[in-house]
Nanobody, 128 residues
Framework: QVQLVESGGGLVQAGGSLRLSCAAS????????MGWFRQAPGNEREFLAL????????EYVDSVKGRFTISRDNAKNTVYLQMNNLKPEDTAVYYC?????????????????????WGQGTQVTVSS
């Protein structure tokens, strides 16, 4: 069984930064791509970013390109999301998830069905 635990959320002013962490249990963390999603009240859960098993390949949704950076430390079984220049519209619950695949090449892994384990989420609130 894989468990994912997010941390690092909180309240920040517009223009500020936060770094989210997602700690994973299990010895297979390093063989799977990982993703970050978010869900605002009344909205569907949306894909933000993914990182391949070895950290070489990353992808981002257009709304966060240039502001968010996904990274991973396989020695620590942890994936990160550095969020800079935060905006009020970034307010949401943020989730990390483990992909079913190691690389997500080709069409990528932006769909919820392409992930098999999810964390419980961490709240990010950006005030104006």
């Amino acid at each position: 069984q894989v468990q994912l635990v997010e941390s690092g959320g909180g309240l920040v002013q517009a223009g500020g930064s936060l770094r989210l962490s997602c700690a994973a249990s299990g010895r297979t963390f390093s063989t799977y791509a990982m993703g970050w999603f978010r869900q605002a009240p009344g909205n569907e859960r949306e894909f933000l970013a993914l990182i391949s098993w070895n950290g070489v390949r990353t992808e981002y949704v257009d709304s966060v390109k240039g502001r968010f950076t996904i990274s991973r430390d396989n020695a620590k079984n942890t994936v990160y999301l550095q969020m800079n220049n935060l905006k009020p519209e970034d307010t949401a619950v943020y989730y990390c998830a483990r992909s079913r695949y190691n690389d997500c090449s080709g069409n990528g892994c932006s769909g919820l069905h392409e992930y098999d384990y999810w964390g419980q989420g961490t709240q990010v609130t950006v005030s104006s």
